[in-house]
Antibody
């Protein structure tokens, strides 16, 4: 069965860095684009970044562009999110999600359980 | 970026009620609209994709409709497990996905 398991969350000071991982299993990881989506405490969902199936392209929300980097290692079935220059407003649960293309319509069909990032001094 | 606006932001209803949630896009998005359900403490899960296609395993009491800028999610007969928060998402701009702000469905 498809599984996505995030790790790497924790408490970090403003201006600090953190790297999140998402370990994928139960499907051919290298065939799918992958996303990061975050959710601040008691807030809605915010899309963060996407990476193509082969890692050739990445796109970011304006709120994280220049500070976050999405990457993947298809040999390890793992997705990453490198977060630098962290701010208090980056505090959130971070989810990885698989992108499914159904006849040209895209949606997120599997999600991880999330990992909490807290930016605080 | 395409903005997605849901209404209402919250809704109280009873088991067995028929409920409709609306999502409006700031520009035409065709049928590139998805609906997700998020129960407290859980990750979101997709209910509807391409505006009206039911995801495998999702109960048939959930349905979606609309195209262009206006979309609806309907739950035909609320069950206890349906009390959750619902989000719409546009995938027209698939490289810059945006979600609505959410609709919290509570028990009356």
């Amino acid at each position: 069965q498809v599984q996505l398991v995030e790790s790497g969350g924790g408490v970090v000071r403003p201006g600090g860095s953190l790297r999140l991982s998402c370990a994928a299993s139960g499907f051919t990881f290298s065939n799918y684009g992958m996303h990061w989506v975050r959710q601040a405490p008691d807030k809605g969902l915010e899309w963060v970044a996407v990476i193509y199936y082969d890692g050739s392209n990445q796109y970011y929300a304006d709120s994280v562009k220049g500070r976050f980097t999405i990457s993947r290692d298809n040999s390890k079935n793992t997705l990453y999110l490198q977060m630098n220059s962290l701010r208090a407003e980056d505090t959130a649960v971070y989810y990885c999600a698989r992108n499914l293309d159904s006849r040209g319509y895209y949606y997120f069909d599997y999600w991880g359980q999330g990992t909490l990032v807290t930016v605080s001094s | 970026d395409i903005q997605m606006t849901q209404s209402p932001s919250s809704l109280s209803a009873s088991v067995g009620d028929r409920v409709t949630i609306t999502c409006r896009a700031s520009q035409s998005i065709g049928r590139f609209l998805n609906w997700y359900q998020q129960r407290p403490g859980q990750a979101p899960q997709v209910l509807i994709y391409a505006a009206s296609s039911l995801q495998s395993g999702v109960p048939s009491r959930f349905s979606g409709s609309g195209s262009g800028t206006d979309f609806t999610l309907t739950i035909s007969s609320l069950q206890p497990e349906d009390f959750a928060t619902y989000y719409c998402q546009q995938s027209y701009s698939s490289l810059r996905n945006t979600f609505g702000q959410g609709t919290k469905l509570e028990i009356k």
